[in-house]
């Protein structure tokens, strides 16, 4: 399988980067991601995972290194990448299956061939019934749902996806997991997910890449090798508290290594 | 509070603001049939009651009473479309440049707390004595409350938005008609009620400018002949005009975006 | 040390209040006498650039200005103003609306200080159909044009009339918005100076009857509580009218420059009022001695104005005293003119 998303040495820095200053959000930041893989990005908040996400999104540009996408370097926004914030970020003025045809509506695609599409990812995402309502109206299960229909619209060959469920309840949050995967089985798009929830993480990705803070780099880059297609079931299996046993475990000795020299430094 | 004692109140409040009313007008005619205050100086309820029917059928100096209340409003919505018209344009475009925004922002700071009173002379030197200076005088106040208030809500739009838009690669034009401006009007409706709340209070000296007609111009003249029964009618219908405006405008913005305040 | 010469200054107030002899009664003083007054020169600004009403008093005296009749109205109505000067109009608005005032004296008949401006052109009051003309609403020149446009038959549905402060007449008029203008100094000879000329003056209309004026009004509670000090007002008043004519020039100077006003209109105003000697304002002819005060020409003039008001919508009927005699009280006059 190709490379579809690589970073290359990146390193991003925020605030005055003269002599050394400023803010070291990522350092030497290298990954590969492959076509049609599952990648999620573990890490507790302010690791810089989602710099890592807004670079791959063209949102920010690296201070050094380089963001490639299908080896090309990533240059701003476009439409090869989808994407869904951990708001839902609905357009109130328009209703539930308008939000879905923002961006057919934006790249200009016929109107019919719009609303079949839409109607099709309405459907996946179990809404078809709500196309006329207002947006404000769902809950915000609902809205991220009409949020992930929006980005999956254009069928763009990358997702990223920043938290998308962290501001759910964890019953909806299953619910979502589990439609994301569905429709992801469908589609096998290569999707990029940011979460802080290693359970998350281990139910949905191929891979689970584990971020340690300041500065942002990998701590531990891990195969999960647990069967598709996934479901409920699957969490309360012996193999899936395994897989959990051997990554916290992981993560806790990267993370003793990592920090230990600095605790022998008397911080 | 509870959610349901929320409801509760939510449904009683129309009831307690009409029995405040009444409470008022009730010690408001106790005071004047107790003499606390004379006539001349607090006019009782049925003394107006009886001046507001009386000109219901003889007009007030040969005009209806129904012509003033339409008059002033006429000038006043005059003025506010024009306010509208050149105010929003103007406020977004300063909220969205900010060169635009240093060249401009001075002269609007300077004039919009200015007095417009101030301006009555130099109105009629510009405009002479018709209707263009009184709508003017209205226009001035009300539009740089509108140009900052659309400027505010221009530059106001969340960065999730903005990031959104880009994410599907909107152009600039799109992303002004399809995300700034849309995103920009509950506020810019919140703003525009305040406006017309301070135009609405600049008619009085509008039409002190060479009137024959209109509320504000009842008011003053009434005041000339101690009329005061004639100028507390006067405070009424501009009180109660004033309100239903901002009833109107109210009841656009929720035709108009349901959203605001709900997302 | 500046302590120290306020002390002295104060020694020096009190020791000559002492050796004052005391004059009638022992009445109390207010702390201040607030005056009403308006920007027309009159005999009584003289008062106002020396003081002599201060020291007539023996207290302070705050002079208020007010760019109108009915303004000056509203605040005797309020209580803020004590004695003020102002127009026979806004006197007849504030006595039928039962402003708890009294009139106590004529300050000035309007001959020619108040007159109608109109452009090259138009000759006649007749001539003014089809033009604007503008007015001070409220005063007495509002009435004056309205009974010039009687007395000439002028249709005055065929007269643009324009409602405008004194202070806006001339910006209007620069700008050809109007073509005539009733109105008094400085205004009148400001529209003088623009190519306008006079076309009537208010005393063109006495011999029709409409007799307007200037009169000294007091708060009814101020007179009964220091009747001592509206005598003296009085006799002071009198006393800058004598000034006045001895001195027209040197007078309007001093009123012009108090009232920082153009000398020449300033006297071209002052002549253009009749000034009725004080011991001549207790006959009918004025405002009678009390007893026949009904019969008097300025209760009558009242009356006259007041039904005209009536006529003009601007006042009640229900409203209208039987008589006018009773707001004139003459006895403060009686006194003034009775002292040495």
């Given amino acids: 399988m190709s490379v579809k998303i690589a970073f290359e040495e990146v390193t991003q820095v925020y605030g005055d980067t003269g002599k050394g200053g400023g803010t070291r959000a990522l350092e030497h930041f290298s990954l590969e991601i492959a076509e049609r893989n599952f990648v999620c990005l573990l890490g507790p908040s302010g690791c810089g995972k989602s710099t890592v996400l807004n670079l791959a999104a063209g949102f920010e540009k690296p201070s050094g290194g380089s963001v490639l996408i299908d080896g090309k370097t990533v240059t701003g926004p476009g439409r090869d990448r989808g994407m869904v914030f951990q708001e839902p970020l609905l357009l109130p003025w328009r209703n539930v299956i308008e939000n879905v ?167 | 509070m509870s959610t349901a004692s929320v409801a509760r109140s939510a449904r009683l409040g129309p009831l307690i603001s009409i029995a405040s009313v009444a409470a008022f007008v009730l010690l408001w005619y106790e005071a004047a049939r107790l003499g606390w205050a004379s006539s001349l100086i607090l006019p009782a309820p049925g003394e107006v009651l009886d001046t507001a029917l009386q000109m219901l059928n003889d007009g007030y100096r040969h005009v209806p ?59 009629i030197v510009w405009l002479g004595i018709g209707e263009s200076s009184k709508i003017f005088l209205i226009f001035v106040s009300t539009l740089f409350s509108v140009i900052v208030g659309a400027a505010a809500a221009a530059g106001s739009v969340k960065v999730g938005r903005l990031r959104l838009a880009r994410a599907f690669g909107a152009t600039r034009r799109q992303q002004l008609w399809y995300f700034v401006l849309p995103s920009a009007l509950p506020e810019i409706f919140t703003s525009v009620r305040l406006a017309f709340g301070v135009g609405w209070t600049t008619l009085i000296a ?58 | 040390m500046p302590i120290g010469k306020y002390v002295i200054l104060a020694a020096g107030a009190l020791a000559g209040l002492l050796a004052l002899p005391p004059l009638s009664q022992a009445e109390e003083v207010p702390a201040v006498v607030r005056f009403g007054y308006l920007n027309g020169p009159r005999p009584w600004i003289l008062g106002k650039a020396d003081q002599s009403f ?220 009749i000034y009725p000697p004080l011991n001549e304002q207790r006959t009918t002819a004025w405002l009678g001695d009390g007893h026949d005060s009904g019969n008097a020409v300025i209760t009558k003039s009242f009356a006259d104005t007041a039904r005209f008001l009536v006529e003009q919508g601007e006042l009640r009927a229900a409203d209208l005293p039987s008589d006018f005699a009773p707001f004139i009280d003459t006895s403060f006059l009686a006194k003034a003119v009775a002292a040495p």
């Fill in chain 1, 101 to 267: 045809m923002l961006g057919p509506c934006l790249a200009g695609w016929p109107k019919v061939e719009a609303l079949a599409q839409a109607r099709h990812y309405l459907r996946l995402t179990g809404l078809e019934r709500f196309e006329r309502h207002a947006s404000y109206e769902l809950s915000g299960g609902m809205r991220q749902r009409v949020a992930l229909a929006r980005a999956w619209i254009g069928e763009p060959p990358v997702l990223l996806m920043d938290e998308p469920f962290g501001a759910l309840d964890a019953q909806t949050r299953l619910v979502m997991q589990e439609l994301l995967l569905e429709i992801w089985e469908q589609t096998r798009t290569t999707v990029l997910f940011v979460t802080h929830d290693v359970d998350e993480a281990l139910f949905l990705g191929d891979r689970v890449v584990v971020m340690s803070a300041s500065p942002g780099r990998v701590l531990l880059d891990l195969a999960v090798d647990l069967p598709r297609p996934r479901t409920e079931e699957i969490l309360t299996s012996p193999r899936f508290a395994d897989a959990k046993r051997r990554c916290l475990r992981l993560i806790g000795e990267e993370s003793r290594r990592a920090f230990g020299h600095l605790e022998g430094d008397g911080i």
């Fill in chain 2, 65 to 123: 009473l129904w012509q003033h209340v339409a008059i002033s409003l006429g000038r006043a919505l005059a003025a506010f479309a024009a306010a509208l018209v050149v105010g929003i344009p103007l406020g977004l475009a300063m909220g969205l440049s900010p060169i635009l925004s240093s060249i401009l922002d001075p002269f609007v700071q300077f004039l919009r707390p200015l007095p417009k009173l101030a301006l009555i002379p130099l109105v």
């Fill in chain 2, 206 to 263: 509008a039409e002190m400018v060479a009137a024959d007609s209109g509320m504000g111009w009842m008011v003053i003249n009434a005041s000339s002949y101690m009329r005061t029964d004639i100028v507390m009618l006067g405070i009424l219908l501009l009180g109660v005009t004033g309100y239903l405006l901002d009833l109107a405008v109210v009841g656009l913005q929720r035709a108009v975006v349901p959203w605001a305040g709900r997302e």
């Fill in chain 3, 54 to 273: 201060d020291k007539a008093l023996g207290t302070k005296v705050q002079w208020i200005n007010f760019p109108n009749g009915p303004n000056e109205l509203n605040a005797l109505a309020a209580g803020e103003v004590d004695i003020g000067r102002i127009g026979s109009v806004p006197t007849v608005s504030a006595l039928v609306r039962k402003v708890p005032i009294k009139v106590i004296a004529v300050s000035g008949v309007i001959a020619t200080s108040e007159r109608l401006i109109a452009r090259k052109g138009i000759d006649s009051v007749k001539a003014l159909e089809g033009h604007a003309v503008a007015y001070p609403p409220g005063s007495t020149a509002h009435y004056a044009l309205l009974a010039a446009f009687k007395v000439h038959q002028v249709d005055v549905s065929k007269v643009r009339q324009v409602q405008l402060k004194p202070g806006d007449l001339l910006a209007a008029w620069k700008r050809g918005d109007i073509d005539a203008a009733y109105v008094w100094g400085p205004f009148s000879q400001q529209l003088e100076g623009e190519n306008g000329h006079a076309i009537l003056a208010t005393k063109d209309l006495q011999p029709a009857g409409y007799f307007l004026f200037n009169d000294y009004v007091v708060r009814k509670e101020f007179a009964e509580k220091y009747p001592g000090l509206v005598v003296k007002f009085l006799k002071t008043f009198g006393d800058t009218v004598a000034r006045y004519k001895a001195d027209p020039d040197g007078s309007a100077a001093i009123i012009a420059k108090e009232l920082d006003q153009d000398p020449a209109a300033a006297k071209d105003t002052l002549a253009g009022l």
